[in-house]
C-alpha cells in the first residue's frame, strides 16, 4: 500500500541554520507529492509540490525534489528563521482507489532558536 | 477574500451526544474532506465527496457522518458510536484534475469530551 514515512522530530536549529527533513516513500505507480507546513493552532498551508520524477518544488526558501530513484521527497532550506516553527507534514496523493486521498507522514516538529 | 472557513473554534462534546462541525468554502471547489489529526500522529481521511449529494468513505468513517447538500458546504456529525472523538478535525477542498489536483486545508476545529 501506499505510505511516507519522516524523520521523527522534534528538530531544534540556531536562526540560519541549514534544515533538511527526510521524507521518503511506498507508493505504486507515480504519486504526486507534498509538504504541508502547521503553525501551532492553525490548519495547514501547503507548502509546495512535485508532480514527477526530478521536479522540484519550491516556495519561501524550501526546496524539495522527487527522486524516483531513492523514493524520496526531503525537505530543504538553506537559512532558517524563528518564523520558520512549525510542524512539517510530508504527504502522497496516488491515483486510483480511493480518489483525492491524501497520505500523510506523521509529521515533524522544527522549533528554530533566535 | 476567498477562503475555506470551519467552525467552531473549540467545540465540547457531552456523553452521548451528536456535535456537527461546520466547513465552508467560497473558492468554487468541487471536492471536499474531512481528516481527523491526533497529537503527534498525521492525518487521516475521514469522509470526502467529489460533487454535490455525493460522498465516499474514507479510512476512519465509522461514528461519523457527512452531507453535501451544497456546493459550498461539507458539514461533518460526530455521532455517539464515536467513542474517542476528541482530536483536531481538519476540512480541505480542492482543485484540479488528476496529477494536478492540490487540497487547501481551513482552520480547524478542535473537539473535547466532557
Known amino acids: 500500500g501506499n505510505s511516507v514515512t519522516q524523520m521523527e522530530g522534534p528538530v531544534t536549529l540556531s536562526e540560519e541554520a541549514f534544515l533538511t527533513i527526510n521524507c521518503t516513500y511506498t507508493?505504486?505507480?507515480?504519486?504526486?507529492l507534498f509538504w504541508y507546513v502547521q503553525y501551532p493552532g492553525e490548519g495547514l498551508q501547503l507548502l509546495l509540490k512535485?508532480?514527477?520524477?526530478?521536479d522540484k518544488g519550491s516556495n519561501k526558501g524550501f526546496e524539495a525534489t522527487y527522486r524516483k530513484e531513492t523514493t524520496s521527497f526531503h525537505l530543504e532550506k538553506g537559512s532558517v528563521q524563528v518564523s520558520d516553527s512549525a510542524v512539517y507534514f510530508c504527504a502522497l496523493r496516488n491515483y486510483g482507489g480511493s480518489q483525492g486521498n491524501l497520505i500523510f507522514g506523521k509529521g515533524t516538529k522544527l522549533s528554530v532558536k533566535p | 477574500d476567498g477562503g475555506i472557513t470551519q467552525s467552531p473554534k473549540y467545540l465540547f462534546r457531552k456523553e452521548g451526544q451528536n456535535v456537527t462541525l461546520s466547513c465552508e468554502q467560497n473558492?468554487?471547489?468541487?471536492?471536499m474532506y474531512w481528516y481527523r489529526q491526533d497529537p503527534g500522529q498525521g492525518l487521516r481521511l475521514i469522509y470526502y465527496s467529489q460533487i454535490v449529494n455525493d460522498f465516499q468513505k474514507g479510512d476512519i468513517a465509522e461514528g461519523y457522518s457527512v452531507s453535501r447538500e451544497k456546493k459550498e458546504s461539507f458539514p461533518l456529525t460526530v455521532t455517539s458510536a464515536q467513542k474517542n472523538p476528541t482530536a483536531f478535525y481538519l476540512c480541505?477542498?480542492?482543485?484540479?484534475?488528476?496529477?494536478?489536483?492540490?487540497?487547501?486545508f481551513g482552520p480547524g476545529t478542535r473537539l473535547l469530551v466532557l
Open positions: 480541505a477542498s480542492s482543485i484540479g484534475d488528476g496529477v494536478q489536483e492540490t487540497q487547501y
Open positions: 507508493a505504486t505507480g507515480y504519486p504526486s
Open positions: 512535485a508532480t514527477k520524477a526530478d
Open positions: 473558492l468554487n471547489h468541487d471536492a
